[in-house]
């Protein structure tokens, strides 16, 4: 069984900061890419950040500047800086990362946490 559990979600005012993190545990092989995705109401769910597990990064192009994504291979976590927080930024943050366990590749999920930017 894999589980991501994240932590780090809250209630901050614009201009603010905020970091994510997230933990993978479980019978894992390997872990390939890891990231960021959010939702919020009424609008799809999108990427915001993923690095593999070499380091090369992507980033939506609403965060370029602001957020940094980075993982510990060992510990299994990717991490989430978010900066110059906006009231736009504001939705349920979901863990993701792209891995094999009992010989199957898939993608796993998160369970969510929110995020709210607002004055």
């Known amino acids: 069984q894999v589980q991501l559990v994240e932590s780090g979600g809250g209630l901050v005012q614009p201009g603010g900061s905020l970091r994510l993190s997230c933990v993978a545990s479980g019978s894992i092989f390997s872990i390939y890419t890891m990231g960021w995705y959010r939702q919020a109401p009424g609008k799809q769910r999108e990427l915001v950040a993923a690095?593999?597990?070499?380091?090369?990064?992507n980033y939506a192009d609403s965060v370029k500047g602001r957020f940094t994504v980075s993982r510990d291979n060992y510990k299994k976590t990717v991490n989430l800086q978010m900066s110059s927080l906006k009231p736009e930024d504001t939705a349920l943050y979901y863990c993701?990362?792209?891995?094999?366990?009992?010989?199957?590749?898939?993608?796993?999920w998160g369970q969510g946490t929110q995020v709210t930017v607002s004055a």
């Open positions: 690095i593999t597990s070499k380091g090369d990064t």
């Open positions: 993701n990362a792209n891995l094999v366990s009992q010989m199957q590749r898939r993608d796993y």
